[in-house]
């Protein structure tokens, strides 16, 4: 057994970047130190990569406000797993695998994960093994990876006993895009605009991580309006998803009343993006070195209206949600996740605030302009669908107060500073999606142009826990289940 080695031991006198990362080259027994140190809850797995003639490992201590990222030469792209040591790496292990060859050794779960044997000159691949479960009365139920309505591919594998499920694996990448490759050796600015397609639902806060990656790397200044405005850019974002996600879980409970209110209000949010921003999901607004769509008078008095009418309608949603017993039967018990659980996977996100996690970049790693807002993490301990969509409500109220906070801050000024000269370099990010923390990794070559990049969605350490969740429910609430998660496939399959 590995003695865990602590971040904040390790890191000892070590000085971070502009980005805020400790970076440091490690040999293999620090390697599996650091991965028995996230076993043992001692800090947690941020993202695991490969680039190159190296695994890198971003770890992250939120209580010591510590972040770093380990460097392993591999050998011929051997290296220790990590999964081994700590089951959350375990599927970017088998992603990294299938998309650069590694081989982690000692890694239990060989099986592929993104790679579905369709990529030319991989060859035929034999029929994906799920996992077996074996026992008297136990049947399967295969689900997907088409599904009914507008959602993207994934499928579902139960196994249940009557209607009760005793276990749910699922099989994703049938999205895959090759998005790593598709930035390896592009412009910034091309780079930009991939990122920002990785999730359309998340495309403000993956292009505020890569934007941020990159700033780092060059020390590329951002003038304070544009830093308010991706603020803006952000909650309305943020705002955005959370009220869609509310209408569809009492959706799926079959109150449609209050799917359609959200409905409306989602698309109240949407179009006075596009009428402020220029586009409804403000895909390509936020860039390098600033933003590429300024707020004019009007359009601030356009974003005031709408944060009257959110808080009013919030407030009527949350009285009817309340006032229905029958649809909290639905939600109240059902899909729990355990706090121990929660924690293990680092689970970011209203996943893990449900679940008792504070954890929130916006104010663990706070960055600009969360730096200089009073920002309240809100968190439940339930962890179960009711919790979910509460903690969903709490932030809707939290982001209209944040706009408001913002636009009062706006004052006249530029919304990009000056590129810097090409150079290259490494950035990192963390920032706060709706749907919980994205990571991007930057290394810029001499060239200027991105040499490798890489971005970890929330969903990652959030898919296995749908799995937990919904064991011992019975099938007829998985879609409920799976609503309150709202798992990234696009995210998640890159």
């Known amino acids: 057994m590995t003695a865990p080695l602590l971040l904040s031991v390790w890191l000892g006198g070590r000085s971070a970047g502009p980005d805020g990362y400790v970076r440091a080259a490690v040999d293999a027994a620090a390697w599996e130190g650091l991965a028995a140190g996230c076993a043992a809850g001692s800090h947690d797995l941020s993202a695991l990569w490969a680039d190159g003639d190296r695994m890198c490992m971003a770890l992250n201590d939120a209580d010591r406000g510590l972040r770093a990222i380990a460097a392993l030469a591999t050998e011929q ?44 000159g991989r060859g035929d691949r034999p029929a994906y093994a799920f996992l077996p479960a074996e026992g008297e009365g136990l049947h399967q139920i295969p689900v997907g990876p088409v ?71 060059l020390g590329w200044s951002v003038p304070p309006r544009a830093i308010l405005l991706r603020g803006v850019m952000a909650e309305l974002e943020r705002m955005a998803h959370h009220i869609g996600d509310v209408g569809a879980i009492c ?14 209000q989602r698309e109240d949010v949407l179009a006075t993006s596009a009428a402020c921003f220029g586009h409804r999901l403000m895909m390509d607004r936020v860039v390098p070195g600033g933003v590429a769509a300024d707020l004019s008078a009007e359009g601030i008095g356009q974003v005031r209206g709408l944060l009257r009418r959110l808080a009013e309608t919030r407030a009527e949603i ?58 309240a993490i809100r968190t439940r301990t339930a962890g179960d669908v009711d919790a979910r969509l509460l903690v969903r409500l709490d932030e809707i109220e ?48 001499v060239d200027g142009r991105v040499a490798h990049a890489h971005a970890r969605d929330a969903s990652w350490f959030q898919w296995p826990l749908l799995e937990a969740a919904v064991e011992g429910n019975i099938v007829a609430d998985f879609p409920l289940c799976n609503k309150s998660f709202n798992c990234s496939y696009s995210g998640h399959d890159l």
């Open 398 to 445: 939290d982001s209209v107060a944040i706009v408001e906070r913002l636009l009062s801050r706006l004052a006249p000024g530029p919304v990009r500073g000056e590129r810097p000269p090409v150079a290259e370099g490494e950035g990192a990010a963390l920032v706060e999606a709706f749907r919980g923390d994205v990571f991007v990794a930057v290394r810029l070559g």
């Open 251 to 264: 959706n799926d409970a079959s109150v449609l009343a209050i799917h359609a209110q959200c409905a409306v």
């Open 147 to 217: 599904h009914a309505g507008i959602i993207e591919p994934g499928h579902f594998r139960f196994t249940a006993n009557g209607e009760t499920v005793v276990r749910l694996e699922e099989r994703l990448g049938y999205v895959h895009k090759g998005v790593e490759s598709l930035m390896a050796g592009a412009p910034v600015e091309t780079a930009a605009r991939i990122v920002g397609r990785i999730s359309g639902d998340s495309t403000v806060a993956y292009a505020w991580a890569f934007a941020r990656a990159v700033e780092m790397a």
């Open 77 to 120: 792209g051997a290296y220790p797993s990590v999964g081994r040591h700590h089951a959350p790496a375990v599927r970017l292990e088998r992603a990294m695998r299938d998309l650069y060859g590694t081989r982690p050794l000692g890694l239990a779960d060989m099986r592929p994960w993104l790679d579905h044997g369709r990529w030319p």
């Open 318 to 375: 949350l009285r009817v949600y309340e006032s229905m017993p029958s649809l909290q039967d639905r939600t109240v018990t059902t899909g729990i996740v355990s706090a121990e659980l929660v924690r293990q996977y680092a689970a970011g996100g209203f996943v893990g605030r449900a679940s008792g996690r504070a954890f929130d970049v916006r104010g663990s790693f706070a960055y600009a302009p969360y730096d200089d807002v009073a920002l």
